[in-house]
């Protein structure tokens, strides 16, 4: 028996390939937006996996600090705000991993909230991809710059550290394509192994990967 790992049910998006129709700048912007994608994919189908096998009331509170996911959310900005068809889901998906009691989580409910926006989001992120391939016609300059913008505005955020830092490196197979660059610096790994992992180290059970960018087995998945 195996067991399933965090590359699916929800396909991982392979890296844009170089071509002389696409300039070097719309290829790095689509394939940084690849990385975070599946970054987002690889912790999408984690919790998949693992949601209905987590009980113990500890195990349930750990589970819910890794669901803070939809910080993603903010990272797309008015994006979300304005695309039909998720918005109202994962809106819903946060306001429950934030507010729900150990003791009153129903794997159940959680499932139905999961089902109400990922459908429609993993085709918006899929789709993503070759529409940022195509805005080469309107200048790979410009969208250069609005890639680098939108990354200002998300660092300007009020992003958490000791969330961040652990749920990206834990999501991260550097395995996986050698056109996907981890963002962060080198010394994060063991700077989060060292400070930032340990406010919330429960939560970073339910990772698909190391703090070392390692694939591993997930501990809460059933064997098939």
Request: glycine content about 4%; proline content about 7%.
């Amino acid at each position: 028996m195996t067991k399933p790992w965090a590359d699916g049910p929800f396909a991982l998006i392979a890296s844009p390939t170089a071509s002389k129709e696409i300039s070097a700048e719309t290829l790095k912007v689509a394939r940084d937006m690849c990385f975070v994608h599946n970054l987002f994919f690889r912790n999408l189908n984690a919790i998949w996996l693992q949601y209905e096998q987590v009980s113990k009331p500890k195990d349930v509170a750990d589970f819910m600090v890794f669901c803070h996911l939809h910080w993603s959310q903010r990272a797309h900005g008015n994006e979300y705000r304005t695309t039909q068809g998720f918005e109202k889901g994962l809106t819903r998906f946060g306001e429950y991993v934030y507010s729900v009691k150990p003791e009153e989580y129903d794997p159940k409910a959680f499932k139905e909230i999961l089902d109400s926006f990922t459908p429609a989001l993993v085709r918006h992120l899929n789709d993503e991809i070759p529409t940022l391939m195509a805005l080469e016609k309107y200048g790979a300059d410009k969208l250069m710059k609005a890639w680098k913008d939108l990354e200002k505005r998300i660092l300007a955020g009020a992003l958490d550290p000791y969330r961040v830092i652990p749920i990206l490196l834990g999501a991260f197979d550097k395995n996986f394509d050698e056109d996907q660059v981890s963002p962060l610096p080198w010394f994060m790994s063991p700077l989060s192994w060292l400070w930032f992992s340990r406010k919330h180290k429960g939560a970073w059970r339910f990772s698909p990967c190391t703090l070392w960018s390692q694939p591993r087995e997930l501990q809460f998945v059933k064997n098939t």
